[in-house]
């Protein structure tokens, strides 16, 4: 028998906001995250925009030392996931450790950490490079990291699946508890790679936005779309068994009832044109969840705001919901916070909780002329007051990694 799996605990950092409320407040008063870059001097770059974290104090959750020996992206995840822990009250709460698993996401990891070393091993020979520096760039160390921090001894994993990957995780954390295997799941997704190799990158590759007007920047479904915006940050979820929340009393935030992956199986970075791959990992998550296309209310979309994929996604939500698509609000929060790339789904998610909790879908910030080819309702102009019982949040990755997952409001009778 599938068991049921609720959220009961969140925590984020990102450019909108340091912890949870703080992001929901700049959402619901429309505050745009993106800024010119201030982690390095951009005279060189076409690209001058970007969604960095703000006044994060990292003492106020380190050490000085665990400053100095973690990457960015690291104590990004540890922040999120102490925030999510204390929100699902359980710091002090006694748990079966073997039970009790993490799962956190990356796209690229240890960015900043790879590139000093480099320079370091160039300007002072390689008996200079740092003993850290091997933990501090793999991406499975954000998970390493937290399972020490809050005594995880279950699985302990993580997903690289470029952009899908904080969705990913959530999803596979997901059936682990709904299939017995662990009770209770730290999952999401960090990132890092606002840095002059990672901005470069995508930079030489075409995917980013060239200008230099922060509210004209990151426009996902608008006609005028040029490229995406880089964000960094950390999105962390508590799930965990209904009965082992209920038995402790907890303040469930929502249900996670479906996921779905697929694959394009077509190019490298470029998603499959008629969205077929998309949908597919949609009909999956559907079909996880064993709801039928109309009882989804709002979609938080991948949403990127390049060519491409607004427009692929756009088919591929037709593809999945047919007649509903027109039916139901779908937004881009990306407009928001930039693109957090493996951290994404997992800020989205959480975004996803509180669009349920308080019957609020957010607008899709700074967008105005909506492109013809991405013609849904993409809450276009303002916010709104909905109903919201039911949200799909959609995650696409280089690869052709599709992920989605489906949240719905707690209700103990289903």
Known sequence: MKRRVVITGMGTVNPIGNDVQSMWNSIQNNVCGIDLIQAFDTSEYKVKLAAEVKDLDVDAYFTKREVQFNDRFTMFARVAAKQAMADAGLVDHELNRDRFGVIIGSGIGGLASLENAKQNLNDRGPSRISPYFIPMTLINLAAGQVAIDVQAKGLCSSVVTACAAGTNAIGEAFHKIRDGYQDVMLAGGSEAAI??????????????????????????????????VMGEGAGVLVLEELEHALKRNANILAEMVGYGSSCDAHHITAPIEDGSGGAQAMINALDDANLKPEAVDYINAHGTSTPLNDKT?????????????????????????????????AVEAIIAVKAIQEDFIPQTLNTSAQD??????????????????????????????????ILRKYNHAL
């Open 195 to 228: 840095t002059p190799l990672g901005i470069a990158g995508f930079m030489v590759m075409r995917a980013l936005h060239m200008g230099d007007d922060k509210n004209n920047a990151s426009i996902p479904f608008d006609e005028k779309r040029s490229g995406f």
């Open 313 to 345: 996604e756009t088919k591929a939500v037709k593809l999945a919901f047919k007649d509903h698509a027109y039916k139901l609000a779908m937004s881009s929060t990306k407009s928001f916070t930039g693109h957090l790339l493996g951290a994404s789904g």
């Open 372 to 405: 013809a080819e991405c013609d849904l309702d993409c809450v276009v102009g303002n916010s709104r007051t909905a109903k919201v019982d039911v949200v799909m949040s959609n995650s696409l990755g280089f690869g052709g990694h599709n992920a989605s997952i």
